[in-house]
């Protein structure tokens, strides 16, 4: 099984909306393990879009 379990769909669809996630190929797979590098977009784009990057 690898959907996006119900409780998490509404943040999934506003991160996405924000281009704050964006999947694999366009894809989210919620039972993959993330790397360091996915992990670190992930969370500069959550720092941009709350305006914490000092610009």
Do not use: C
């Not at 991160?15 to 393990?33: D, H, M, Q, R, W």
Request: charged share 20%; no cysteine.
């Amino acid at each position: 099984m690898n959907e996006i379990p119900s409780f998490a769909l509404d943040s999934v669809a506003i991160l996405t909306e924000k281009n704050i996630f964006s999947g694999v190929n366009g894809l989210f797979e919620p039972n993959v393990n993330t790397d360091r590098a996915q992990t670190a977009e992930v969370v500069y784009r959550m720092m941009k879009a709350l305006n914490w990057m000092g610009e």
